[in-house]
């Protein structure tokens, strides 16, 4: 909830304890909850940025891909690496990190806060040495403070402030018991800046463009007009005059019917064409710059112009390499960091979120692809049945190769005879 969400309900909710306040009020203020009442409290009631199309899309677009990757903990070991799967932590965040919220929902949320607010907050709670739950913080109640003087006991440490919205109470974190998830668009290192601040302008332009379609279709695609009489009409009846022309011209309803005028008047349209001032063009423009900076690719926001089969596929490694694996990797640095102890993390312990899961092709292809795999030693057999989740089999556990195949210093040699030729 925002700050001036917070005011509006608290003070709709004392009003509504107070009837005469209530009666006192609606003589010479606004209506309880309206914008203009907002303002009236001195409270800026602004739009939400969600209520963007592009905007949305691309948050619901980066969000769902975090709430897709399963997340896995390995070892390096002697052997290479290898995956643990018996692990509380492992456990615990395969199951549920929290009683409320699944994986999918949690790395989804977390994504989402992080890319709207700049930043994302996650408060580790440890029950002595082992991790309990993990709950998101709400970024707008989180700052971030640096104690460079020492004043908790430790210099140059970092800590997270939380208030607490319901109660007002204030709660100190020590960083290790805080995962922190920013954006790329930092420049002290320790905060994110979100794309609607950076951005702020061309957000604004599109939600005031999508404002003005919004009320050309309430108007039922009907645009200003002027009424010429020949005359002198008082204020009044001038504006009676024109709320009974808006009544008949104005609104869905209304749309294709007639409109009655008076003998001696005039109705002149002042025509505005859409593609006069390019307002498409430029609104297309102002998606894709919105989208750019999210390392969205225009296929993913339905922008299809310039594409076809083949290069939507190439678009969609692109926003793998471009975007999502910055992203993965910041996630992978921080959990491995702040979840695993100092022995583990010696150990060669570490958190690896599993990408192939959005880079799946087609049947066809993935079958040839683990065909590969396992006729070149690389998987065994079990490990390529596992990835099409069926079941082992007893004699899958081995690698396998061609026999044919020999290193290259030694073709010829099956040619060489033993011994004289005599």
Same mark, same amino acid.
């Given at each position: 909830?925002?700050?001036?969400?917070?005011?509006?309900?608290?003070?709709?909710?004392?009003?509504?304890?107070?009837?005469?306040?209530?009666?006192?009020?609606?003589?010479?203020?606004?209506?309880?909850?309206?914008?203009?009442?907002?303002?009236?409290?001195?409270?800026?009631?602004?739009?939400?940025?969600?209520?963007?199309?592009?905007?949305?899309?691309?948050?619901?677009?980066?969000?769902?891909?975090?709430?897709?990757?399963?997340?896995?903990?390995?070892?390096?070991?002697?052997?290479?690496?290898?995956?643990?799967?018996?692990?509380?932590?492992?456990?615990?965040?395969?199951?549920?990190?929290?009683?409320?919220?699944?994986?999918?929902?949690?790395?989804?949320?977390?994504?989402?806060?992080?890319?709207?607010?700049?930043?994302?907050?996650?408060?580790?709670?440890?029950?002595?040495?082992?991790?309990?739950?993990?709950?998101?913080?709400?970024?707008?109640?989180?700052?971030?403070?640096?104690?460079?003087?020492?004043?908790?006991?430790?210099?140059?440490?970092?800590?997270?402030?939380?208030?607490?919205?319901?109660?007002?109470?204030l709660y100190i974190f020590h960083s290790d018991d805080v995962l922190?998830?920013? #954006?790329?668009?930092?420049?002290?290192?320790? +905060? =994110?800046?979100?794309?609607?601040?950076?951005? !702020?302008?061309? /957000?604004? @332009?599109?939600?005031?463009?999508?404002?003005?379609?919004?009320?050309?279709?309430?108007?039922?695609? #009907?645009?200003?007009?002027?009424?010429?009489? +020949? =005359?002198?009409?008082?204020?009044?009846?001038? !504006?009676?005059? /024109?709320? @009974?022309?808006?009544?008949?011209?104005?609104?869905?309803?209304?749309?294709?019917?007639?409109?009655?005028?008076?003998?001696?008047?005039?109705?002149?349209?002042?025509?505005?064409?859409?593609?006069?001032?390019?307002?498409?063009?430029?609104?297309?423009?102002?998606?894709?710059?919105?989208?750019?900076?999210?390392?969205?690719?225009?296929?993913?926001?339905?922008?299809?112009?310039?594409?076809?089969?083949?290069?939507?596929?190439?678009?969609?490694?692109?926003?793998?390499?471009?975007?999502?694996?910055?992203?993965?990797?910041?996630?992978?640095?921080?959990?491995?960091?702040?979840?695993?102890?100092?022995?583990?993390?010696?150990?060669?312990?570490?958190?690896?979120?599993?990408?192939?899961?959005?880079?799946?092709?087609?049947?066809?292809?993935?079958?040839?692809?683990?065909?590969?795999?396992?006729?070149?030693?690389?998987?065994?057999?079990?490990?390529?049945?596992?990835?099409?989740?069926?079941?082992?089999?007893?004699?899958?556990?081995?690698?396998?190769?061609?026999?044919?195949?020999?290193?290259?210093?030694?073709?010829?040699?099956?040619?060489?005879?033993?011994?004289?030729?005599?």
């Amino acid at each position: 909830m925002k700050v001036a969400d917070w005011i509006q309900s608290r003070t709709i909710a004392f009003i509504d304890r107070h009837p005469k306040i209530q009666n006192v009020l609606s003589k010479f203020s606004p209506s309880v909850g309206s914008s203009d009442f907002m303002r009236w409290l001195g409270v800026d009631a602004k739009k939400n940025a969600l209520s963007e199309a592009t905007y949305f899309a691309c948050l619901k677009k980066l969000s769902e891909t975090m709430g897709k990757m399963p997340l896995h903990l390995y070892q390096n070991t002697d052997k290479g690496v290898v995956g643990q799967h018996n692990d509380e932590l492992i456990k615990l965040l395969k199951a549920r990190p929290n009683p409320y919220m699944t994986p999918s929902k949690f790395w989804s949320t977390v994504e989402m806060n992080r890319n709207h607010h700049g930043n994302a907050f996650v408060f580790l709670r440890w029950n002595k040495f082992r991790l309990d739950s993990m709950w998101i913080m709400p970024s707008e109640d989180v700052s971030v403070v640096v104690d460079d003087g020492g004043v908790f006991g430790q210099s140059d440490a970092i800590w997270y402030q939380y208030i607490d919205r319901q109660t007002g109470e204030l709660y100190i974190f020590h960083s290790d018991d805080v995962l922190h998830f920013k #954006t790329s668009t930092t420049f002290d290192g320790l +905060t =994110g800046a979100s794309v609607q601040e950076t951005l !702020k302008s061309t /957000i604004q @332009g599109n939600l005031a463009a999508q404002d003005f379609i919004t009320n050309l279709y309430e108007n039922g695609v #009907t645009a200003r007009a002027v009424v010429q009489y +020949t =005359g002198d009409l008082s204020d009044d009846k001038q !504006k009676r005059l /024109i709320k @009974g022309f808006e009544e008949f011209s104005s609104g869905t309803k209304n749309a294709g019917r007639m409109i009655p005028v008076p003998a001696g008047m005039q109705i002149q349209p002042l025509n505005l064409k859409l593609t006069d001032s390019q307002f498409f063009e430029l609104k297309k423009y102002s998606a894709l710059q919105v989208a750019s900076a999210f390392g969205i690719k225009p296929n993913q926001i339905n922008d299809y112009e310039k594409s076809s089969y083949r290069n939507s596929e190439s678009q969609n490694l692109a926003f793998y390499t471009d975007t999502v694996l910055y992203i993965v990797k910041q996630y992978e640095e921080e959990i491995t960091y702040k979840l695993l102890s100092t022995s583990k993390l010696k150990s060669g312990f570490f958190f690896k979120f599993n990408v192939s899961v959005i880079l799946r092709t087609d049947a066809e292809t993935q079958m040839k692809i683990l065909t590969g795999y396992v006729q070149n030693g690389v998987k065994t057999p079990n490990e390529a049945r596992a990835l099409q989740d069926m079941p082992a089999h007893p004699d899958g556990d081995n690698l396998m190769a061609n026999g044919n195949y020999i290193p290259l210093g030694d073709i010829g040699k099956q040619y060489e005879r033993n011994g004289d030729d005599n």
